[in-house]
């Protein structure tokens, strides 16, 4: 999946599914959420959980670190692009480039804890170059977002500690194109 695409997918529905464990794939394959990042498991359920999400035109979105069974270096990639993975989340820089020469949409995480973590995790992703940069905790995301557009490109996900749709609301209007959450009530669209 190119950038445009993954883009394209967060406008039609600003939630991300964010899957945990088995029971999550269930339910995130079962809901309104296009794009399904897979933040723990391991490569055994992937080529299955993938081809199934495809077929329902879901986006799969893989926390590389995170993931049992597959290697953290390019060999890991290529495996991850091999059984249709659309795109990689990871912290690391060399990751980004590897996931870049697949074809893949790139997510570097941005872990604000402090003024110092914004700043050295920026010069971070300058240098890496992502295609998105996700913002933990995602909550702080409005707090934060006029001083992160000024430094980086974006666009920003937002992921952590969000669970109302007000919370969305939020983060969307501060400029995040997507929140990504484990909260089950978000990945399905309230009837108007």
């Not at 920003?156 to 969305?168: C, E, K, P, S, W």
Request: zero cysteines; aromatic letters at 6%; a neutral charge.
């Amino acid at each position: 999946m190119r950038k445009q695409e993954f883009l394209r997918l967060a406008r039609l529905y600003a939630v991300a599914a964010a899957i945990k464990s088995n029971e999550d794939m269930q339910v995130a394959l079962d809901s309104d959420a296009l794009l399904l990042f897979i933040l723990r498991g391991d490569a055994f359920q992937l080529p299955q959980f993938v081809a199934e999400a495809h077929r329902l035109g879901k986006g799969i979105v893989v926390h590389i670190d995170l993931i049992g069974g597959v290697g953290k270096d390019r060999a890991g990639i290529q495996y991850l692009h091999q059984i249709g993975v659309d795109a990689i989340i990871t912290s690391r820089s060399q990751l980004v480039s590897a996931a870049r020469a697949e074809g893949m949409t790139t997510i570097q995480r941005l872990l604000l804890l402090d003024d110092s973590a914004l700043e050295s995790g920026v010069r971070t992703i300058v240098r890496a170059a992502p295609d998105i940069v996700e913002v933990l905790p995602g909550i702080i995301f409005p707090e934060v977002a006029a001083t992160l557009q000024q430094l980086l490109a974006g666009p920003f996900i937002a992921g952590g500690f969000i669970r109302t749709a007000a919370d969305v609301a939020r983060i969307r209007a501060a400029g995040a194109i997507l929140s990504s959450t484990s909260t089950y009530q978000l990945w399905r669209r309230v009837p108007d």
